[in-house]
């Protein structure tokens, strides 16, 4: 009988990619997913360890999985919380049977050391260490698919702590990816790293390549979105890359808008710069989307900074916009930075943003009525056009006898809130009947 398995993701795009590639190597050892917890043989959880509260919300996730498996069944938790804490993170969890970092094979009951006893491959001795960036996985279970291009980061943004335990840069051959883009078949791919725009120049030594990684995996692949672009590699070259696409959305981190206080969290750029790029794009694409990330509260943040940031998101009117409370975080250059702002004024700072971004949000949505565009379908009913990527923002209703997986011209006949309406233009099912 099949050894059963039930696997967990937590955190971004990333670590979804991480699963499926777990997913596959669990496959190719014999076991099969479980329709529910109850019914696993070995319960996996693949934790994000960012900030506190997602470490908060991986430890309520092992907790509650640990209470719905059944007796027997084995617990492992590997992700970022497990690369980052060790075994140490059994200590006040005994629920967890072992812990595996990155790549360790995912242990099969507890040794005396707790951390790993490698999962027997039957009679061949202990399971290699998992290539996670390279590891085949199944084909794409929906029309679109996240695609790892490369791995950890070189930069040292002042509050983040993810180099510290992904590691410096490592990019990915092009042959894997583009292999790993045929072998998922998705009509759309969205290419993911911690920096993507830095592709091809570990440790900044190199070519950036996204460009010519782009352009080929066109080739593979209807629709090519991007996520996690740093905004000083934002080059001329990207841009129009990005706009032969056919997608034109781009996912700036800016992280905030004050020169002063982007200095102070190490990293480049500041609104006035935002602001221009950001312009001459939309001279040359109207209809491009923009999304971006701030981080309320970093150390040293003061009113004028705040309202800078505030200035700064009313002119470049972004489409999607996330917003985050500072995290101190162990290891980082801000552990310790003087200037701390106090909680209650944090939250009020983020609730104000809040309000101003989802405001121009819903008028970019409302706008869009009675203007045609082209969507690619996920499930019946449910559709994104270029402005919105899986997963993190708004969709695009329509009817459902539209095939998943088509694409059709469609006109914005109503928007609610973030999603809109839509309704076919001109029925068609495949990409080149779409004329894209
Ligand atoms: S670019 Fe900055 S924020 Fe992003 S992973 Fe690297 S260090 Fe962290």
């Known amino acids: 009988m099949a050894r059963r398995y039930w696997l967990e993701t937590l955190g971004c795009p990333k670590n979804q990619v991480d699963s499926d590639k777990i997913a596959g190597g669990l ?30 919300e991986s430890l309520e996730t092992v907790e509650g999985l640990a209470a719905q498996r059944r007796p027997g069944a084995r617990l492992v938790v590997t992700g970022c919380l497990a690369e980052r804490a060790g075994s140490g993170l059994r200590q006040g969890h005994p629920e967890i049977d072992a812990v595996a970092g ?18 027997e491959v039957s009679g061949s001795g202990p ?54 883009i045929e072998a998922l078949g998705a009509s759309e791919v969205v290419l993911v790293a911690q920096d993507l725009a830095s592709y091809g120049r570990d440790g900044g030594r190199g070519e950036r390549r996204l460009v010519p990684l782009l352009e080929a995996a066109r080739e593979l692949a209807q629709w090519v979105r991007l996520l996690y672009l740093y905004p000083s590699d934002l080059t001329d070259e990207l841009i129009s890359a990005i706009l032969a696409t056919g997608v034109p959305y781009f996912d700036l981190s800016l992280q905030h808008a004050s020169r002063p206080l982007l200095r102070r969290m190490r990293r480049w750029g500041d609104g006035e710069r935002f602001a221009a790029r950001i312009a001459e794009i939309r001279r040359e694409a109207p209809h491009a989307a923009f999304r971006s990330n701030f981080i309320v509260g970093y150390p040293g943040e003061t009113e004028e ?40 004024l944090v939250a009020e700072r983020m609730a104000e943003l809040r309000e101003v971004c989802d405001e121009i949000t819903e008028r970019c949505r ?71």
């Open 366 to 436: 409302r706008d869009l009525v009675g203007s045609t565009t082209i969507v690619l379908v996920d499930r019946p009913g449910r559709a994104r056009s270029h402005r919105e990527a899986p997963e993190i923002d708004g969709l695009v209703e329509v009817p459902d006898d539209l095939a998943p997986g088509s694409f059709a011209d469609v006109e914005i006949v109503g928007a609610a809130g973030v999603d809109l309406a839509a309704l076919p233009v001109v029925p068609v099912g495949t990409a080149a009947e779409a004329g894209l």
């Open 102 to 119: 990155f790549g360790e094979p995912l242990a099969l009951g507890p040794t005396r050391r707790g951390r790993r006893r490698s999962l």
């Open 27 to 56: 496959a190719e050892q014999g076991y099969r997913p479980a329709a529910e917890v109850a019914e696993a043989d070995l319960v996996v959880v693949n934790t994000c360890a960012f900030i506190d509260e997602a470490r908060r």
């Open 127 to 180: 399971a290699p260490r998992m290539d996670l960036l390279n590891m085949p996985r199944p084909p794409a279970a929906a029309p679109w698919a996240y695609v790892k291009i490369a791995e950890g980061c070189d930069r040292r943004c002042g509050y983040c702590a993810i180099p510290s335990f992904r590691g410096p840069q490592r990019s990915r051959s092009p042959e894997a990816i583009l292999a790993e």
């Open 305 to 344: 900074d705040h309202d800078e940031l505030l200035a700064f998101v009313s002119e470049a009117q972004l489409d999607w916009v996330g917003i985050f409370a500072y995290s101190e975080e162990q290891g980082t250059y801000s552990e310790g930075l003087d200037g701390r702002v106090p909680e209650p």
